[in-house]
């Protein structure tokens, strides 16, 4: 919806990727109750309200219990559909039109759910979205890193027979105490598989995270990152490689990694030259959608229209779609930039 403010009204509009996002945290939680009552499932909260009303988050651990605990509504192959699409459907009116989304085969194969019956669940609603609303989705499957790295590499095999449909690896979960070094080997073995990796580092982590992510990963781009800012010369690093960060403004507010949005490193990371991204994470706990990120961050910072133009261009280029894909995206994107009018 158009507001009276052209500069916002072109971020929210642009085209643009989203890189970060977990479909489980895109569970709101009226699905999340339709879907309980679907499976005869039992919920401990009275109503959407009663579960909304626990979105009161004190770190990154204390939403991971109840999001862990969400997700057991997720059950059959519909489940992971409508949940996807559910998610193209906002993603749409945000100007999204290429999402790289990331799931946590784990979660689900722990509740006795096999691989299989989430990537085709997840693969419908992603061809659904795409006939629907014309966005690209890729998936990139996130090992936790509070389980083992043997544990990994059992997901993995279950992982290999599908491989071909599956876009990248990522690192999630509970960051403090478990280090990317944890998952060393098995990173280099989805990296012999021909995929790129990425990995959630610097979110609650310290700087030292993020390093072992480039060395020891040797990830293509960093999710979240927002610490680097205490460290000038992984600064110097990020931005003489141009590594991309995936940053999440609302998730960063919600699980108390900045105390308000004005003091977040977002300005810093950008003034120094780093490939900024714009990310939702877990939409449906963090208070909103790409849209609703931009809007925070534009009532924070004011930015001028070359700087959303700036991060738009950044989320095409360091998505990994194709670069014909890419070139025709930033076509798009330079002619909606070059007809404003401010
Ligand atoms: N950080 C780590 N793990 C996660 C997150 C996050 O923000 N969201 C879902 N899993
Ligand atoms: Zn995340």
Request: aromatic residues 10%; proline residues 4%.
């Amino acid at each position: 919806m158009a507001t009276n403010n052209p500069v916002l009204d072109f971020a929210l509009s642009c085209p643009k990727a989203e890189l970060h996002m977990h479909i489980e945290g895109s569970l709101e939680p009226e699905l999340a109750f339709a879907l309980a009552q679907r499976n005869g499932i039992a919920f401990p909260y009275v109503d959407s309200e009663a579960l909304r009303a626990a979105y009161n988050f004190a770190d990154l651990q204390s939403f991971l219990d109840l999001y862990y605990a969400c997700a057991d509504v997720l059950r059959t192959e519909a489940d992971f559909r409508d949940l996807m699409l559910a998610y193209l459907e906002r993603a749409q009116a945000d100007g999204i039109v290429h999402t790289e989304i990331f799931f946590d085969p784990q979660t689900h194969t722990a509740r006795g759910i096999t691989f299989e019956t989430v990537l085709k669940g997840l693969e419908a609603g992603a061809a659904e979205g795409n006939a629907r609303f014309g966005i690209t989705s890729r998936l990139i499957v996130c090992f936790l890193r509070h389980l083992s790295e043997d544990e990994g590499f059992a997901m993995l095999a279950q992982v290999e027979p599908f491989i071909d449909r599956i876009h990248g690896f990522g690192l999630d979960s509970s960051e403090r105490g478990h280090p990317s070094a944890k998952f060393e080997r098995l990173f280099a073995r989805c990296r012999a598989l021909g995929k790129p990796v990425v990995a959630h580092a610097g979110e609650e982590g310290p700087p030292a995270y993020i390093y072992e992510a480039l060395d020891l990963l040797k990830v293509s781009r960093i999710d979240h990152g927002v610490r680097a800012s205490e460290d000038p010369d992984l600064m110097q690093r990020l931005a003489r490689e141009q590594i991309p960060l995936t940053v999440c403004p609302l998730s960063n507010i919600r699980l108390c990694v900045f105390e308000q949005m004005e003091l977040h490193t977002l300005p810093k990371l950008l003034e120094a030259g780093l490939k900024v991204t714009l990310n939702s994470d877990d939409p449906a706990y963090f208070g909103g959608y790409l849209g609703d990120n931009i809007r925070a961050v534009q009532a924070a910072f004011d930015w001028d229209a070359k700087t959303w133009y700036k991060l738009a261009r950044n989320s095409l280029e360091a998505s990994f779609a194709s670069a014909e894909q890419k070139a025709d995206w930033i076509a798009g994107l330079d002619e909606q930039f070059n007809s404003l009018a401010v």
